[in-house]
């Protein structure tokens, strides 16, 4: 590959937070359409989520950074698979985010990264 080459058209992740699950998605910008996605509402989290709902003293936060790192790597799976190797992200909206959610999506981009996906605009948030 040549330096001259033209860039590619950057993927963008965006998280959909809640108190109950945390999803996120990778889409393309210019045509809305989702390239990957992965959430703490899939098969594999119900144990957890189930426990969490039946917990005493009650918690409003069904997830957590452990859960959130765990869709992470899920998310980085997916991505490598179809051949990804960079997201970004929109710096501007995870920093508006409450920071008890922030803290905790530093770990789900932490995971994406550790599976080889470059999260451009992650460095900005820790």
């Known amino acids: 590959m040549s330096s001259g080459a033209a860039p590619t058209t950057s993927l963008l992740l965006r998280l959909l937070v809640s108190c109950r699950r945390i999803t996120a998605q990778v889409t393309n910008p210019k045509t809305?359409?989702?390239?990957?996605?992965?959430?703490?509402?899939?098969q594999e989290f119900l144990p957890e989520y189930r426990a969490r709902l039946?917990?005493?003293?009650?918690s409003h936060n069904?997830?957590?950074p452990?859960?959130?790192s765990r869709v992470?790597?899920?998310l980085g799976f997916r991505l490598r698979e179809i051949g990804v190797r960079g997201v970004e992200i929109d710096v501007e909206e995870e920093l508006s985010?409450?920071?008890h959610?922030?803290?905790s999506i530093i770990s789900l981009f932490d995971s994406v990264e550790r599976s080889g996906v470059r999260v451009a605009g992650a460095e900005n948030l820790r």
Do not use: C, H, Q
């Not at 809305?32 to 899939?42: F, G, T």
């Not at 039946?54 to 009650?58: A, F, Q």
């Open 72 to 74: 992470g790597e899920k």
């Open 101 to 103: 959610y922030r803290r």
């Open 66 to 68: 452990k859960t959130a």
């Open 32 to 42: 809305a359409a989702i390239v990957a996605m992965a959430s703490s509402s899939e």
């Open 62 to 64: 069904f997830w957590d």
């Open 97 to 99: 985010r409450p920071l």
């Open 54 to 58: 039946n917990r005493i003293p009650r």
